[in-house]
């Protein structure tokens, strides 16, 4: 008989994610709306530099984002959230390429305002998505990324997702080409990264100066099947 896959037993299609808030200690991921436009738009304006891997932007004025954050609030895949740091909108991302079928989910469309950057709240922000797709059933969770984009290829091993290969000429992004790095998790890998996030984001990991005690990426390292080279 030739070689199959191991049967997968006692599990069903997860559901899509829906619109319930996703909360922590650090931040609060809503559903993005326009409403939120003026404040993500404070935290974006003058930094252009934060859509060089974007498939769009940046804008030329806080009408044009806007009118960009209006047309993204319909969507269900990709499924973008804001995120708020003691009720402020200060970044957003998304779930996408959602496949409850194969129980598949990727984690995208990242933009953090500077003032987010390297902090608590910024990667609380990712556990709670990475959390909130195990938990709901999802099997596997993917971080994709242009391969030049080298902070994003660091955040995905930080959070434990391992490296699985380049995708080369995969994509044309704003007439350029893109090399796709690809990182995932699995669900059997959750419950260590789940005791690994909840270990550094517990208060007694960081000093009075707010500086971390334990880094994210010691405590994630065992877990991670590869690396990028």
């Keep these: 008989m030739r070689p199959l896959g191991a049967p997968v037993e006692g599990w069903a299609p997860p559901p899509a994610p829906g619109d319930a808030p996703m909360a922590g200690r650090y931040c609060r991921l809503e ?102 797709a195990f938990e709901a059933g999802y099997r596997r969770f993917e971080w994709k990324c242009n391969a030049l984009n080298a902070p994003s290829r660091r955040a995905a091993e930080r959070l434990g997702l391992s490296f699985e290969g380049i995708f080369r000429q995969a994509l044309v992004v704003k007439g350029r080409n893109r090399d796709t790095a690809w990182y995932a998790a699995i669900d059997s890998e959750w419950p260590a990264l789940k005791a690994a996030y909840e270990s550094w984001l517990a208060p007694e990991n960081f000093g009075a100066d707010g500086r971390q005690i334990q880094r994210l990426s010691d405590l994630t390292a065992p877990i991670l099947v590869a690396r990028s080279p």
């Design 31 to 132: 559903r993005l709306s326009a409403a939120h436009a003026p404040a993500l738009w404070e935290g974006f304006a003058g930094e252009d530099w934060l859509w060089d891997y974007m498939p769009s932007g940046p804008f030329p004025d806080e009408a044009a984002f806007t009118a960009w954050v209006e047309s993204l609030t319909p969507s269900r895949d990709p499924l973008f959230y804001t995120i708020l740091v003691e009720g402020r909108p200060m970044g957003m991302h998304s779930y996408l390429r959602i496949a409850p079928a194969a129980g598949s989910i990727e984690l995208g469309n990242i933009c953090l305002s500077p003032a987010l950057q390297r902090t608590p709240a910024a990667t609380e922000a990712f556990t709670l998505m990475i959390g909130g």
